[in-house]
């Protein structure tokens, strides 16, 4: 292609797409003068390489990579769990913005919101995934020029710039629980020296040191140098092919381990991840810094898409909520990375998160939720069996029984540099009280200016939505007042003091304020008596989330006679998610919900189809008794 018929074909895209603005032409691209980009990623690990200091590891590829590269000390997912953080990776946008917060409850993309691959591609990149989306939307046809189990850089047209991503599941929560002999046969191919010992596995301190709670880290760090060894192969190939001098290497994981009270929950556990970005020499001035360093710099995921976007020369949208940490001109460091907990399976959360570079400060909207709610999919896990077991048996003391608290704080304050394991929480300090106030308010601003729709239940912010994009819903006026539902939702966790005021907003005309008014009375158990009144009225409210969580606080009152009624019918609503949260209200009440059996069984013999149906059935039988 000649560099006339290359400057044409420019100008035909940039028609098209107004808001691409190439920086240099077709052919300038197949020359060379854009770096490839290559992401090689892993789920579910925390930085446990040794490249990151962890001395039970053997990752020799990645602390050779890390060698040559810059290791990210202060990299978070926004999330603790794989599809939010992925949408988030994807776009640029937190998933809480987009409505796709919540696992496997997909929502439609807003109009001009794109892929950040679709950016690249116009600009003449080859762009492949191989192979796991995940993004709780329909992935655009434009994303990818092929995403499945064969996509690679070798099937582009040669001397076309790319953009690939490998995803290694290996490490995944679900591979490391096989049986021994199913593990064994996984890891035929790693000598017995390269796998791990249970005896020598270290455990933080809220796991009790047994030999069942052992046995699980230790297959973990065998399949992390499983994977390790998988990235090596990659970046062989990379060599082979003659592409290691103009390509920059990505890797990290999607959060933190797949262990409890890692995923799923928002400590550093569950967020912080190994981030390793590999320059080569003709790129290297685009690097933070020279080969084997570490930069502390606070990055997120919600980061990447404008930093790939900068370190190509690409416009970067203006509704991109992360900032470029590389490139010619990066953003102004961060002072803060946020991270959010929602629903997860059958399990209905609310947490938000705010990590500084030293401070760590988490919300809990829902602290009446046991800290480790039951949960069918990671009930599994032996560990998760092994403490609930010992918890049973009056066996947990101290640090050990952090997992079995019956509920939780509404706010936590840790600090990462001295209590690495967030063990100890300092929101009750007098010595903090400036760091707590700081770090509130700093998530406060952060959640109204993101328009946060995790404020709104899920079968509500559908409701709202309309089929559209709850994004799009949460900035149109007067469809989400997001200040007045936040203000009475910070209610939550204030304690009795806040009963009178809660009561009042019970009659708001607001439904969203109305939900956070009974959710707050709910989390005062017995003290919100007097308000009994005005919660009885609301079982009568015409939106189910509001009737639902009234109808569980009188039951917490004894009232369990009017209330279950109203929760059972809930099981019956057209709307699949009103029905899971009738189900997981029933799952938290036991034995105040034992009236509720014959209603539950029915439930349970419609045997409606679909993922939603799925986390009903596994809410109801636990809430049987049964198993899953």
Same mark, same amino acid.
């Given at each position: 292609m000649n560099r006339h018929v290359a400057s044409s074909l420019i100008l035909l895209v940039a028609v098209l797409f107004p808001s691409f603005q190439p920086v240099c032409t077709a052919a300038e691209a197949a020359a060379g003068a854009r770096p490839n980009i290559l992401w090689i990623t892993c789920e579910d690990i925390s930085p446990h390489l040794g490249c990151y200091g962890d001395k039970y590891a053997r990752t020799p590829n990645l602390d050779k990579l890390a060698a040559q590269g810059v290791r990210y000390t202060r990299a978070f997912a926004p999330a603790s769990v794989c599809t939010p953080a992925r949408s988030t990776l994807i776009t640029g946008i937190f998933a809480s913005s987009l409505g796709t917060q919540h696992l496997r409850g997909p929502q439609p993309l807003p109009a001009g919101v794109r892929c950040f691959t679709e950016y690249l591609r116009r600009a003449g990149y080859y762009c492949s995934n191989n192979a796991k989306e995940d993004y709780n939307f329909a992935t655009p046809p434009g994303a990818w020029d092929e995403s499945s189990r064969t996509a690679h850089w070798r099937k582009r047209k040669p001397g076309r710039p790319f953009f690939s991503v490998f995803n290694f599941t290996t490490t995944h929560q679900s591979q490391v629980r096989y049986s021994q002999e199913r593990f064994q046969q996984i890891n035929a191919q790693l000598p017995p020296?390269?796998?791990?010992?249970? +005896?020598?596995?270290?455990?933080?301190?809220?796991?009790?040191?047994?030999?069942?709670?052992?046995?699980?880290?230790?297959?973990?760090?065998?399949?992390?140098?499983?994977?390790?060894?998988?990235?090596?192969?990659?970046?062989?190939?990379?060599?082979?092919?003659?592409? +290691?001098?103009?390509?920059?290497?990505?890797?990290?994981?999607?959060?933190?381990?797949?262990?409890?009270?890692?995923?799923?929950?928002?400590?550093?556990? #569950?967020?912080?991840?190994?981030?390793?970005?590999?320059?080569?020499?003709?790129?290297?001035?685009?690097?933070?810094?020279?080969?084997?360093?570490?930069?502390?710099?606070?990055?997120?995921?919600?980061?990447?898409?404008?930093?790939?976007? #900068?370190?190509?020369?690409?416009?970067?949208?203006?509704?991109?909520?992360?900032? &470029?940490?590389? #490139?010619?001109?990066? +953003?102004?460091?961060?002072?803060?990375?946020?991270?959010?907990?929602?629903?997860?399976?059958?399990?209905?959360?609310?947490?938000?998160?705010?990590? #500084?570079?030293?401070?760590?400060?988490?919300?809990?909207?829902?602290?009446?939720?046991?800290?480790?709610?039951?949960?069918?999919?990671?009930?599994?896990?032996?560990?998760?069996?092994?403490?609930?077991?010992?918890?049973?048996?009056?066996?947990?003391?101290?640090?050990?029984?952090?997992? $079995?608290?019956?509920?939780?704080? &509404? *706010?936590?304050?840790?600090?990462?540099?001295?209590?690495?394991?967030?063990?100890?929480?300092?929101?009750?300090?007098?010595?903090?009280?400036?760091?707590?106030?700081? $770090?509130?308010?700093?998530?406060?601003?952060?959640?109204?200016?993101?328009?946060?729709?995790?404020?709104? &239940? *899920?079968?509500? $912010?559908?409701?709202?939505?309309?089929?559209?994009?709850?994004?799009? $819903? +949460?900035?149109?006026?007067?469809?989400?007042?997001?200040?007045?539902?936040?203000?009475?939702?910070?209610?939550v966790g204030k304690g009795p003091q806040a009963t009178a005021e809660l009561a009042t907003l019970l009659a708001d005309k607001d439904s969203a304020v109305r939900y956070w008014a009974a959710t707050g009375l709910l989390t005062l158990g017995p003290e919100a008596k007097t308000a009994e009144q005005a919660l009885q009225k609301a079982l009568a409210d015409p939106v189910p989330n509001v009737r639902l969580a009234a109808a569980e606080a009188l039951c917490r009152l004894g009232r369990e006679k009017d209330a279950l009624p109203v929760i059972t019918a809930g099981l019956r609503d057209k709307d699949e998610r009103v029905r899971l949260q009738a189900g997981i209200v029933l799952s938290a009440l036991g034995e105040l919900g034992r009236d509720a059996t014959p209603d539950m069984k029915a439930a349970l013999a419609r045997k409606n189809k679909g993922t939603y149906a799925l986390y009903l059935q596994s809410a109801l039988q636990h809430a049987l008794g049964g198993s899953d």
């Open positions: 020296g390269q796998r791990h010992d249970p +005896a020598r596995v270290p455990l933080p301190p809220y796991y009790p040191h047994t030999p069942v709670v052992r046995r699980l880290p230790a297959p973990l760090h065998t399949q992390i140098t499983l994977m390790d060894k998988q990235a090596g192969d990659l970046l062989r190939q990379l060599h082979e092919d003659g592409l +290691a001098g103009d390509t920059i290497v990505f890797f990290y994981s999607d959060h933190g381990s797949g262990l409890p009270r890692h995923k799923r929950w928002l400590h550093d556990s #569950g967020t912080r991840v190994p981030l390793i970005v590999r320059f080569p020499k003709k790129y290297r001035h685009l690097s933070p810094g020279k080969p084997g360093s570490t930069c502390d710099r606070l990055v997120s995921f919600v980061d990447f898409p404008p930093t790939v976007l #900068g370190l190509l020369g690409l416009k970067i949208p203006d509704y991109m909520q992360g900032r &470029a940490f590389l #490139g010619k001109q990066p +953003a102004e460091p961060r002072r803060y990375v946020f991270a959010i907990r929602d629903r997860v399976d059958e399990v209905y959360e609310f947490s938000r998160a705010v990590r #500084g570079e030293r401070y760590h400060y988490i919300r809990n909207f829902m602290p009446h939720r046991p800290r480790m709610q039951h949960s069918n999919y990671s009930e599994r896990t032996p560990i998760r069996q092994e403490i609930r077991r010992l918890a049973a048996e009056g066996k947990l003391h101290g640090d050990d029984a952090w997992l $079995m608290s019956p509920d939780k704080p &509404a *706010e936590e304050l840790y600090d990462t540099r001295s209590d690495p394991h967030e063990i100890h929480n300092l929101a009750d300090s007098p010595e903090h009280r400036k760091t707590l106030d700081r $770090m509130r308010a700093a998530l406060r601003r952060w959640m109204l200016d993101t328009h946060d729709t995790g404020l709104l &239940a *899920e079968a509500e $912010m559908c409701r709202r939505a309309g089929g559209r994009s709850p994004y799009a $819903m +949460a900035r149109q006026p007067g469809e989400f007042d997001i200040r007045r539902i936040l203000d009475t939702a910070e209610l």
